[in-house]
């Protein structure tokens, strides 16, 4: 007997990052080579006729019109990001249709961006969801009740599934086949793309967004400028309350106020940014790195970067070091 295919709808909606269509959809098509037969049929959907312009330029000729030709059960309904997501208000008509849509599927998410779109809709509330990690700060401010995760290369929750920025797309689809089709099969597909079974960390190795910024006063931040040009000096409370003329005790309160964090841990920031930078060079070993910027051994300076970071330095400079390369 045959068995029916398995209709996965994309959501491409004006301005969608190309890959964040392009990338989950060859997957589920090698994934179906692999099997030798139709596992996924695969559809791409847009609010109304016409091409898609991406926001690489490229166009898009949709398979569907939401509203219109989406009368097929639908198995794995998605939704593509676009770079502007966050500042531009999804389509109405589209968020309506993926409100009444979602519930009638048996899984259903976003790639990158593309999370705005089912928030708009009321399907992230009380979930834990991913977006790229540039935007999940966004996301979590315009959508409270969502328990964003910045850091999380795919999330999955009840029947929703959501994958960080672009790329991640990918593995999304992937621990789908996963799902479905198993372990072995999802590996020759893996391989066949050339791409991580598993990739090893978070998305917070590939962001710097975290990079410690001088704020409040000007003494304030005339003493953020000082720790960040020299991070393994001596960063103590004591220390730093020293160059403003203030008592620990009131400098801690006041820093805390006006940085909105403890002195020690934007001093831990700014130390592990410096670190970042000097494992990307590539020439230093971490032991070294863990001197330089002020951490007491390279046990401190592991611990302090899988906080901040995600990974080990010695993975971070295997990945990022130019040097290396």
Known sequence: MRLQARTV?????????LLDVSGPLDVFAEANAQAGREVYRLIVAAGEPGPIRSSSGTRLLPDWIIGRDDEEVIDTLLVAGCPN???????????????????????????CSGAF???AAGLLDGRRVTTHWAVAEELARQFPQVRVDGDAIQVSDGPLRTAAGVTAGLDLALALVEEDLGRELAMRVANQLVMFFKRPGGQMQFSHKGEAVPAGRAALQEVQRWVAANPGL???VASLARRMD????????????????TPATWVEEVRVNAARRLLERGHDAPKQVAVHCGFADVNTLRRAFAR?????????????????A
């Open 9 to 17: 709808v994309m959501v491409a909606l004006p301005g969608v990052q």
């Open 85 to 111: 997501a966050g500042e531009v208000p999804a389509d109405p008509a589209v968020v309506d249709w993926l409100r009444l849509k979602a519930p009638t599927v048996r899984r259903y998410g976003s790639v």
């Open 117 to 119: 779109f089912l928030a």
């Open 234 to 236: 001596d960063h103590s």
């Open 246 to 261: 203030l008592s620990p005790r009131h400098f801690a309160r006041l820093f805390r106020s006006e940085v909105g964090i």
């Open 308 to 324: 901040h970071v995600g990974v080990t330095p010695a993975d971070y400079r295997k990945r990022f070091a130019v040097a290396a």
